[in-house]
């Protein structure tokens, strides 16, 4: 093992990048993967399974199989800059390091409209899952119900809000476990003509490359959380490589997960060919009914709500607030942003500014989740081509890596399936997110007009990681 694996983050890591350390290092390598798993909600496919059903023809597992293949190449290229700047900024921080300060405010600024739209999302989702088992209550009581409890965990500190998680992840966890042995004893009993079959993974009659296409469009939205694990790194008392083990990890771990459940779900419903508009939204919680009763099927929902509308937000809330104390620190958001808290060491204004924006988007997108969900991918797959850039430009061409798999290859094979899948977004996505973009570019202009540096340049090349450790001659000993 290298002096650099088992180095432990602390002040002077932060120093030669012209920063000091305000925030608490509080977090493990499993808190950093448990984080990880919250984001992207081991149970996510419920919520969704019945659309996905119909648009993969019936091969929802093989979905999120193609998704993984996709996204282990934008994970290995979050790894690689994470552990040559293990700070809050994320791809904001690796792309303006990497490459260049304007093009990394532009890389932070579209995945600014992934991280601001996301908690909207989840708490729309939420709101709808609450809303059938509560008919009576309004939607937006239970946006801001979620937004009060996700707000106030966020404020409390990194160290608590990381027992929510556990908590959470523990609760998702055994529902899954819940599910597999219904699933397994119906299937054992022929419950509904249940059996062990392979065409949820792999359907030759219905498989076609269109197919593909929109199984990566379905993917990535589900997959999206594992780089917000890199907003975390000042937070991290890891070693270098901690984030990046959290995050590649993660991605296998929620794959699993993913695969099997809708594997076993797709075994307990072998002759279904697709599922009537006004039953897609429920499929998955009508199927856990099928196996069991009622109770259960209500007990899944509220797992359901619950997960997305608090542990999933408070993920997505925390790596929101974390990307805007990075930019503001930099002068490329209001200054105020990068204020911590003396007692909690969180910035508490950007996750009251988070909050804010939240409520008035969640109120206004009710109903509008295609439309939220469309415009987060855009933001994520945007920066993430920039990502891919920079390690290329930052570990192949810089530092004249001799790593071609690592800095050339994936990079290469991460921008062509990011670009593919961006190019066939849909058309009302790249509108808005050409929008946002273009307001981006004129705050971009608006700050270096009045002489405010982005990362100023004699920082911006600043690495932890020794040049030397990119090529080793040989492997150094612990």
Same mark, same amino acid.
């Given at each position: 093992?290298?002096?650099?694996?088992?180095?432990?983050?602390?002040?002077?890591?932060?120093? &030669?990048?012209?920063?000091?350390?305000?925030?608490?290092?509080?977090?493990?390598?499993?808190?950093?993967?448990?984080?990880?798993?919250? #984001?992207?909600?081991?149970?996510?496919?419920?919520?969704?399974?019945?659309?996905?059903?119909?648009?993969?023809?019936?091969?929802?597992?093989?979905?999120?199989?193609?998704?993984?293949?996709?996204?282990?190449?934008?994970?290995?290229?979050?790894? &690689?800059?994470?552990?040559?700047?293990?700070?809050?900024?994320?791809?904001?921080?690796?792309?303006?390091?990497?490459?260049?300060?304007?093009?990394?405010?532009?890389?932070?600024?579209?995945?600014?409209?992934?991280?601001?739209?996301?908690?909207?999302?989840?708490?729309?989702?939420?709101?709808?899952?609450?809303?059938?088992?509560?008919?009576?209550?309004?939607?937006?009581?239970?946006?801001?119900?979620?937004?009060?409890?996700?707000?106030?965990?966020?404020?409390?500190?990194?160290?608590?809000?990381?027992?929510?998680?556990?908590?959470?992840?523990?609760?998702?966890?055994?529902?899954?476990?819940?599910?597999?042995?219904?699933?397994?004893?119906?299937?054992?009993?022929?419950?509904?003509?249940?059996?062990?079959?392979?065409?949820?993974? #792999?359907?030759?009659?219905?498989?076609?490359?269109?197919?593909?296409?929109?199984?990566?469009?379905?993917?990535?939205?589900?997959?999206?959380?594992?780089?917000?694990?890199?907003?975390?790194?000042?937070?991290?008392?890891?070693?270098?490589?901690?984030?990046?083990?959290?995050?590649?990890?993660?991605?296998?771990?929620?794959?699993?997960?993913?695969?099997? &459940?809708?594997?076993?779900?797709?075994?307990?419903?072998?002759?279904?060919?697709?599922?009537?508009?006004? &039953?897609?939204?429920?499929? #998955?919680?009508?199927?856990?009914?099928?196996?069991?009763?009622?109770?259960?099927?209500?007990?899944?929902?509220?797992?359901?709500?619950?997960?997305?509308?608090?542990?999933?937000?408070?993920?997505?809330?925390?790596?929101?607030?974390?990307?805007?104390?990075?930019?503001?620190?930099?002068?490329? $958001?209001?200054?105020?942003?990068?204020?911590?808290?003396?007692?909690?060491?969180?910035?508490?204004?950007?996750?009251?500014?988070?909050?804010?924006?939240?409520?008035?988007?969640?109120?206004?997108?009710?109903?509008?989740?295609?439309?939220?969900?469309?415009?987060?991918?855009?933001?994520?797959?945007?920066?993430?081509? $920039?990502?891919?850039?920079?390690?290329?430009?930052?570990?192949?061409?810089?530092?004249?890596?001799?790593?071609?798999?690592?800095?050339?290859?994936?990079?290469?094979?991460?921008?062509?399936?990011?670009?593919?899948?961006?190019?066939?977004?849909?058309?009302?996505?790249?509108?808005?997110?050409?929008?946002?973009?273009?307001?981006?570019?004129?705050?971009?202009?608006?700050?270096?007009?009045?002489?405010?540096?982005?990362?100023?340049?004699?920082?911006?090349?600043?690495?932890?990681?020794?040049?030397?450790?990119?090529?080793?001659?040989?492997?150094?000993?612990?």
């Amino acid at each position: 093992m290298s002096n650099l694996d088992s180095h432990t983050l602390g002040e002077g890591d932060l120093t &030669q990048f012209g920063y000091k350390q305000e925030l608490n290092r509080g977090l493990s390598t499993a808190d950093l993967l448990i984080y990880g798993l919250v #984001f992207m909600v081991p149970i996510a496919p419920w919520a969704i399974y019945g659309t996905v059903y119909n648009e993969a023809k019936g091969m929802v597992p093989l979905v999120y199989l193609i998704g993984l293949v996709a996204m282990i190449f934008t994970a290995l290229s979050y790894a &690689q800059m994470s552990r040559a700047f293990p700070i809050a900024g994320s791809v904001y921080s690796y792309v303006g390091r990497g490459m260049h300060p304007k093009l990394g405010f532009i890389a932070g600024w579209t995945i600014l409209l992934d991280y601001l739209l996301v908690p909207t999302l989840l708490y729309v989702f939420a709101a709808e899952s609450m809303s059938g088992i509560f008919p009576a209550v309004p939607k937006w009581a239970w946006i801001l119900l979620f937004l009060a409890i996700n707000t106030a965990i966020n404020y409390v500190g990194i160290s608590f809000t990381a027992v929510v998680n556990r908590l959470f992840l523990t609760a998702e966890v055994l529902f899954l476990v819940i599910f597999a042995v219904m699933a397994i004893v119906a299937i054992a009993h022929g419950t509904g003509g249940a059996h062990v079959i392979a065409k949820p993974i #792999f359907d030759a009659a219905n498989f076609s490359a269109p197919l593909v296409g929109t199984a990566l469009s379905i993917a990535v939205l589900s997959f999206l959380g594992f780089d917000g694990i890199a907003t975390l790194s000042e937070e991290s008392k890891g070693g270098h490589r901690s984030a990046g083990i959290a995050m590649i990890g993660g991605l296998f771990l929620v794959a699993f997960f993913f695969i099997s &459940q809708t594997w076993l779900a797709g075994m307990l419903i072998p002759d279904t060919t697709s599922f009537p508009d006004d &039953q897609a939204g429920n499929a #998955f919680f009508d199927i856990v009914g099928r196996i069991s009763n009622n109770g259960w099927q209500i007990a899944f929902l509220a797992m359901n709500a619950l997960a997305v509308g608090i542990a999933n937000a408070v993920a997505a809330q925390s790596a929101t607030s974390r990307l805007l104390f990075s930019m503001s620190r930099d002068g490329q $958001l209001p200054r105020f942003l990068a204020h911590v808290n003396s007692r909690s060491k969180v910035p508490e204004r950007a996750i009251l500014l988070v909050a804010g924006i939240t409520l008035v988007l969640g109120l206004f997108f009710v109903g509008q989740i295609g439309l939220i969900s469309s415009l987060v991918n855009f933001g994520a797959l945007t920066s993430f081509l $920039l990502l891919h850039l920079s390690v290329m430009t930052y570990y192949g061409v810089r530092r004249k890596s001799s790593n071609l798999v690592l800095h050339w290859v994936g990079p290469v094979i991460g921008f062509l399936i990011i670009g593919f899948v961006l190019w066939n977004a849909e058309s009302a996505a790249k509108i808005g997110g050409l929008v946002w973009l273009a307001i981006g570019i004129l705050v971009l202009v608006y700050y270096s007009r009045k002489g405010i540096g982005i990362l100023p340049e004699h920082r911006a090349d600043a690495s932890t990681e020794p040049a030397a450790d990119l090529q080793p001659a040989t492997e150094p000993r612990s």
